[in-house]
């Protein structure tokens, strides 16, 4: 790991250069990864389309969010109120004792270590979202590549190499590790100067980073997007009026990108009725209608045969339905089955996750058992309410509920399509991440990477830009108590 | 522990309803708090001298620091903004596909846990800054009394049942838990209900309870804030200029309080001169003048005499002056040590808490040795520059990588004292706390008990008040990118 120890240094070094440069210098940075990222053009969907399976109108688009993204970093650090300045001027008069002059900004944290994931190879890879948000923060990146797109992910490091040198930034602000071992995730997650984690995959692996990160010397923060369910609440008047919708638009979400979004609807809950029967009816017919796709990797394929047949042979659960076209391998069998809530509540192995195309319904008896249901569901990604208006009024209770457990909450959609704005929350409660209180979409996500630091009776001369008395940057800060600009 | 199971299972009751409650009724409860607090006039002070041994005018200015707490938690809530409210309106025709209607804010964790500890027995204890900005945030509170103040703790909680009944709080939303066992408090930290715990007081206990809460099967974040010996970098053109008035500053911020601040100065560090020596024993002299005090509790004053003991035979330490007045039990002695840079840079013990009225002084050969010695130090709440004008800005670098590590940098002052206002960070990087991004004074105090919750698409008369169009709280938020009142 000698090698690995050198890229930690080097790192460091990187990160005290590169912690010192303005909002401005890193805002273009960001946008150089961008351009450059788009300057690769079709060869790089093309490099991706072959590693990934993953179609290419889907790559395109995933390219388009990654570089938007990138250019959403670039708009926050060159506006620059993000790091939450607060000052309080000193009042030397003050009985019994003066105050004196406090100042303080959030600052990044070091070194990151991001790891790639596998089911998104842009937006949550090389220059996705936790390295765009840990630049941005003004932290150094070591890059874990994910063995699934080795190549799609140099093209992609090779763009942020060009960018570095068109920008002049420091050749290791960014550094790219292919070693695909477990021993080299381990190391880097270990080595004493790396501050912080960024991963997305599995709860296996996510929970072994945690712990490695936890039991160090110096523990520090792991953000772990893991495994999560997104349950899916559906009420008893919107089944009366729109099943056979609320059936096509979730065949279509379970089976969106061969079910291999964290935000796929895994379970879904309802109450018996005839509604809810025409319902099932109609989704497996839907169902049935979906052709089998090949997976990520063949890894992810014999998971999910895996954890299917594992599934489907739990105590009570019968399939509804599954494609009707035959699978070849390395494809998702699209599939719904059902188990009643009584025989639900009795086994925790039914809220494990089949990573793919994969749902299970859930039918309660009657209203008490479907809350008595939720209660049996960890912490989540998302949760979705289908109700008619008057209905959800009737359940507002148990929608305040289901918001405590799940970092969002949707009304009459479906969980898969995570729009990348300010109000996205992509996080969730254990185990759905290791750390609840932040988000891996949206400009929030830069705030993983920072810490605050007061600065008391500075010269002025000595204080950062965004902390100077004039606000040569503009920004907005808390200036003795009252917001200004 | 049944009965503190009962405890978890009514606080997580208690937080079902009080974490529905307006901002304006949880400012009314806190600043109810902090009158019958005041209500319970002098028997309150008389009662925490006896048990802690601190002096009446320090333990009214505590009590008064304690309410203005209380009550700046009150105008964050009825102010209401803290809630990082984030609006992103939809786009129906967006193309390719339209954009979802999305609201982000903060909402409470649930029940906390909270420690209460010796060295303030009412800004960090009952009803100190963790149980009012976890009652800010909308969680119930659980608070472990420490077994060093038990009736003064008690007299605070009784503050706050009145305060519950005024308001028509739920009973449980705030429990007082007297039992000082070491199980109860591992119970305590590992009750699935629990949801987060505060906690000051030692390093060895801190991190016990930081390895219980990551080890649960759904861990929770701990907010320990532990040790820290608060460096204190002592430059040479100030000391050509004001040695005597440093040195008096020094002894005086080194032994207030018998040195039972979590911000004590337990290190110098500086440059060997003709001036430092002059320093040194100007120092030497007010140190002792000082009178040795008696400390909180046996347990505290034994491990002085113990560490302080360990400490002066660690290789190369020196006693450079000591209180001439002879210490009686439980006494803290204040004491200033000396040592080398060389020996300290291989001595990991030396930068180990002597908590007490102790500081241990580094002298380097040279600017550089200086710069090692800064590495050498884990770290920490503050560290303080003492320097001219002039040569700070010679320093910068220097003053750029000690806040590298630290969660306040203080120029020219002392680290004790700390201002309760939104400007100061009282935290820091490992081991001086667990979680280097968050603070424990100040309003920004109540982050450490919220998560962000996204609602997508919902009717608008299910939105919490703070996400509502019309805005009815008058908050700030980001509506699409742009803040507004």
Redesign the interface.
């Known amino acids: 790991m000698n090698n690995l120890d050198t890229v930690l240094l080097q790192s460091r070094e990187a990160f005290?250069q590169y912690r010192?440069r303005s909002g401005m210098a890193k805002a273009n940075f960001l946008e150089a990864i961008a351009s450059e990222i788009e300057a690769l053009g079709d060869p790089l969907i093309q490099k991706a389309m072959e590693e990934t399976n993953l179609p290419e109108v889907r790559l395109i688009?995933e390219r388009g969010r990654t570089c938007n993204q990138l250019r959403q970093f670039a708009s926050m650090v060159r506006e620059g109120?993000w790091v939450e300045a607060?000052?309080?001027t000193a009042l030397p008069d003050r009985q019994p004792?003066p105050?004196?002059d406090?100042?303080?900004m959030m600052?990044p944290?070091?070194p990151v270590v991001v790891f790639g994931a596998s089911n998104f190879p842009f937006a949550y890879s090389t220059a996705g979202v936790d390295t765009a948000s840990a630049l941005a923060a003004g932290c150094s990146v070591v890059l874990k590549a994910h063995p699934a797109h080795p190549e799609t992910s140099a093209m992609v490091a090779g763009a942020i190499s060009k960018a570095i040198r068109a920008c002049g930034e420091h050749a290791h602000v960014f550094q790219h590790v292919q070693d695909s071992s477990f021993e080299a995730g381990k190391f880097l997650v270990q080595h004493p100067l790396t501050k912080a984690v960024g991963f997305t995959g599995s709860f296996s692996g996510g929970k072994a980073l945690?712990d490695y990160a936890?039991?160090r010397p110096?523990?520090i923060?792991v953000f772990a997007e893991m495994g999560s369910i997104n349950p899916v609440f559906i009420l008893p008047g919107a089944l009366k009026v729109r099943a056979a919708k609320v059936a096509e638009m979730y065949a279509a979400s379970i089976t969106q990108g061969v079910g291999q979004f964290c935000t796929n609807p895994g379970l879904m809950l309802s109450i018996q009725s005839p509604e809810l029967s025409s319902f099932t009816q109609q989704l497996a017919t839907k169902i049935r209608e979906v052709a089998p796709a090949t997976m990520l990797h063949p890894g992810i394929a014999n998971n999910f045969i895996k954890n299917r047949g594992k599934a489907l042979k739990e105590k009570g659960v019968t399939l509804v339905a599954e494609s009707s076209v035959p699978a070849k391998s390395n494809q998702g069998i699209p599939t719904v089955a059902s188990v009643n809530a009584e025989d639900f509540l009795k086994n925790p192995a039914l809220v494990e996750e089949v990573f793919g195309p994969y749902s299970l319904l859930v039918i309660s008896k009657s209203r008490e058992e479907l809350f008595k249901a939720l209660d049996a569901i960890?912490?989540q990604l998302t949760a979705t309410i289908i109700g008619e208006?008057d209905e959800?009024?009737d359940y507002?209770d148990f929608?305040?509920?289901v918001?405590?457990r799940?970092?969002?909450?949707?009304?009459?959609?479906v969980p898969t399509?995570v729009?990348v704005?300010?109000?996205?929350?992509h996080?969730g409660?254990?185990?759905a991440t290791?750390?609840?209180?932040f988000?891996s979409v949206g400009i929030?996500a830069a705030k993983r990477w920072?810490?605050?630091?007061?600065?008391?009776?500075?010269?002025h001369?000595?204080l950062p830009a965004e902390l100077q008395n004039q606000n040569p940057l503009g920004i907005?800060r808390?200036v003795n108590?009252t917001?200004t600009k």
């Not at 799940?406 to 959609?413: D, E, K, L, S």
């Not at 704005?421 to 929350?425: E, F, G, S, T, V």
């Not at 920072?450 to 010269?459: A, D, G, W």
């Open positions: 005290l010192t688009g109120s607060r000052i309080d004792l105050k004196p406090l100042r303080k600052v944290l070091g945690y936890t039991s110096e523990p923060p960890p912490g208006d959800l009024v507002a929608i305040q509920r918001s405590d799940v970092g969002r909450v949707i009304i009459n959609g399509g729009e704005c300010p109000a996205m929350h996080g409660p254990f185990p290791t750390d609840s209180r988000t929030d920072v810490r605050p630091v007061s600065f008391q009776n500075f010269p001369g000595l907005w808390m108590n917001w």
